[in-house]
């Protein structure tokens, strides 16, 4: 069983950046893709973005230009890095990975941007 441990959430300002982790327990990490979700309340989830096991990325339009995802398979981690937050990137962030065995998600990590 896989398990994803995202971390880096918090609150930070409007115009300000977080880099969000993704740690990923077992060895598949590096043969699958990954992304980052989103939450905000009384919303469903949505993809911000997500990368393939080679290095490919595509983004919401919400996070193109501000946002950049990224993975380091030798460490099993994945990452979000996020700049010139807006209020309405308030949400809870999720970590998913896609295997063969099916969809995999972290916990979650809270991100509060202040105006």
């Known amino acids: 069983q896989v398990q994803l441990v995202e971390s880096g959430g918090g609150l930070v300002q409007a115009g300000g950046s977080l880099r969000l982790s993704c740690a990923a327990s077992?060895?598949?990490?590096?043969?699958?893709?990954m992304g980052w979700y989103r939450q905000a309340p009384g919303k469903e989830r949505e993809l911000v973005a997500r990368i393939t096991n080679s290095g490919l990325t595509n983004y919401a339009s919400s996070a193109k230009g501000r946002f950049t995802i990224s993975r380091d398979n030798a460490k099993n981690t994945g990452y979000l890095q996020m700049s010139s937050l807006k209020p309405e990137d308030t949400a809870v962030y999720y970590c998913?990975?896609?295997?063969?065995?099916?969809?995999?998600w972290g916990q979650g990590t809270q991100v509060t941007v202040s105006s």
């Open positions: 077992g060895n598949i990490f590096r043969f699958n893709s």
């Open positions: 998913t990975l896609l295997a063969p065995t099916g969809r995999h």
